[in-house]
């Protein structure tokens, strides 16, 4: 991706009131020298280039610090940008604009991007995704270069060195990346219920809370299975002795004849029982039938409702549709005060639907007298029926006693066994009922629990597995995030310390035409550049002069290697070297990059700008002011020597 | 909302063989039923009962069982309301009032939110003076006897202006 800067304009901003246009070329020439004599603002021209390519926060101090004078209000600051995407193609023009109210401090940056559908102004920075992610305030000044960065690259304690190299590689990308792991997976953990297991501890404890659920339930199971069985037997085994005692008692043929009798009142008595109960249920349902107390009620509510002359035959929807005429019923006209009051008061009258409803409880109330059986005389007859049912089983062992005293041995045991099996029996249905009802209330009930009934202990099992398998992938998360944050500093340290390393070669061999005189080399990066000479190990103190040759040697190593091509802007960038370093760097420097704009003053032309007068890719801008105060741009190199001329003669 | 029984009378009614004829069952309902018209016949709610959740699925209509006496049941808490609260039977308006409050037409039970709120208040109290006459019923045969035999027995107290 390609970067150039094509102009920049600037609306009531320090330069001066009005409007002043600095225009490189479309496309802009290769090298631009800025003639601009101090106090003309070069300083605040670079200061608002890095603003509006950074979208950086700016003071309200610093917003009136752009101001031309007290009489302008606003100011408008835009840059031309020109980019080309990778792969080439058709190069786009983006303008990015900082507007500023100086009364109140502010100000806001937008984007037009003339070129796409609908273009027009956009808030923001709106450039291509991965041009933006590099355009942060730190790495801004490296292109549009700040002298004070030519320190700070020496500066252990401020690391611009590695900064500067993580921004450009997205090394921060991985740094950003592990907080987004991080971030992600406290999240997801988060929004788990259970939070208490996220350790091979906290794992091992709810793997045994679950083991401990299946195994309560297997118990459970067997003990169910164990007495289904028993009484499965204990069933054969009744079967059996009613049999014995039957064959027992048939021995005698006066008793067999009154057993035969017995049991088939037996039969007759439960069938009544079944049919009268039935009765009874359907008699207890009709609150009429149940109680003469409940019918007296429901007559009397129907005799109070008919004295009542209720439901009122008016209903509220009369009153609607009258509001809704234009005229009553009576013939007088219904104006908006009349419909109001109706539309009021009809609240007083029930809708006709529930009229409806209390005229229809009110005829099934008045016709509640019924000729049907009471529940009270079909429970009487049931209670009969009961009775019945105890004599005829008390008239049976009777029977059984009767053949035991006629000397018949074996009926004692036969009929005490018999009893033992119902006992049995009885305390094994209750058992297995306890074991394995679903019924919420019996459960309740039998005060059942997980370690008691076999439904709950399934559910108590279901939610240990659902804590088990959460933890479980809690803690898998957390082990991924471990491993996956490991690797990516790992990744991040090796790419840094081979990055550094291919830099520092590049800087050095740069570095070797740059400064002649004493050959400065990069020792190592860490942080910032440590340098060396071939006469100290540790070159802590240069001249100012060797410092910028280290920093342009540097930057020029670091983004000869980046993905974009940049333009580099510089202020002044020969005015601190002696004369000697001038022509060394002016013979290097046009080379470095694709597009090179220098602010210059006039001091800096001697084995400096002069360097640039053959080449044929340059544009000379030079400022001037009038006698009056306004500010003139010219273009071109003869006005650029004249200037020059002028300057180096003042 | 609907009916519902409290957890203590589900759990008095828990043993009770719920399919002693064959072909008819014992319903959940027969057991609210039960404790309502006890309530109905003192004209007392209980306070703050615990409650189960309901029986009926949710906009279900009364089971069929129960469908012929809808109304009944409708007039029988407008009548228990009127006793509880003392209401003069001849004020018309206020009857109405009282009607509209508890009934809503277009409720599948026909019911309005106080009024399902009033029954099973009604219920839980009525539950209250079952569990006192009886024990917990084993068997829908006995449950039956001794359930008449509470309706014959007493004789409600005077709880307020009959209506």
New interface residues.
Partial sequence: MKIRITDWRCDNLRIGEGTEVFELGDPPARWSLVQMPNGLGKTSTMTLIRAVLGEEDLSVEKVRGFRANDTVESGTFELGLLIEGRGGGQAKHYRLTADFDFKAGTYRYSTLRAEERGGGHEPGLVLPSDLKHILKPEFIKLFVFDGELARDIRDLNKAAADHAIRTLYQLDDLSRLRQRIRDAVSKRQEALERTSGRTQKGVSRHQKIFDEAAGQLATLKKALAEKKSTRTKLKREQEGVRTQIEEHIARSGDLNDRRLKLSKDANDIASDIQTTTLAALIAYRNPATLSPTIRSRLTNLGTVLTKARLPKSVSSDFFDEIADEGECICGRPIGDAEREILKHRKEQYLAQDQISAIAAMKDRLNSSATSETSFSATCDTLHGKLEDRQANEKAMDRLKQEAEERGDEDMGPLTERESEINVELAALNIDIERLETADTAKQRSYQSTAKTNIPLAQKHLGECKATLDEVEASFRLSRQRDSLLDQLSRIEKKALAELREVIRTETNDRLKTLVKMEQLRVKRIDGALELESDKSSSKDDVSEGQSLSVAYAFLTALLSKAPFELPFIVDSPAVSLDLDVRKEVSKVIPTLFEQMIFFVISSEQAAFAESFYELEDTRFVTLSKTADGRIETHYGLDEFKRQSGEGIAE | MSLR?T?DA??????IDSQ???G?R?LDI?KF?ACL?LG??YAQLASDPSL?PAFLAAGAKYPD??Q??D??????L??AE?RRRNLD????DL??QE??KL?D??SPL?LSEDGIRFMNRYAAKGFEILRDAMA?PRS???F??A???L??AK??PDSGQ??
Avoid: C
């Fill in positions: 029984l957890e589900a759990s008095f009614f828990s043993k002693p004829i064959k008819v014992f027969d039923y018209m109905f016949r189960m069982a129960y012929p006496y109304s009944y049941l409708l007039g029988l407008v009548e009127i039977p001849k004020n018309r009857i109405e009607t509209v009934l037409p277009h026909g917990p829908v045969d006995d039956l006897v359930y008449a035999d309706w014959q004789s409600e009959p209506a």
